[in-house]
């Protein structure tokens, strides 16, 4: 299962931890794809660049 729209308003963090995940209304079937959506969203330039290059992303993915 995977959270369709895990984007920072959906993310609730406390101090440096994530303490919980709102609106899951949308929880449906698993596509690889959208923990990409939750990267590009919730991570800063440098580790997000790390973690396409980890994964051997291109531009299109």
Excluded: K, Y
Aim: aromatic share 4%; charged share 20%; hydrophobic share 40%.
């Amino acid at each position: 299962m995977s959270h369709g729209d895990l984007i920072p308003g959906n993310v609730l963090v406390t101090g440096d931890r994530l303490s919980g995940v709102l609106d899951t209304g949308g929880f449906g079937p698993a596509d690889p794809a959208l923990d990409l959506v939750s990267a590009w969203h919730l991570l800063q330039p440098g580790p997000r660049e790390v973690l396409r290059r980890t994964l051997v992303c291109d531009d299109l993915e």
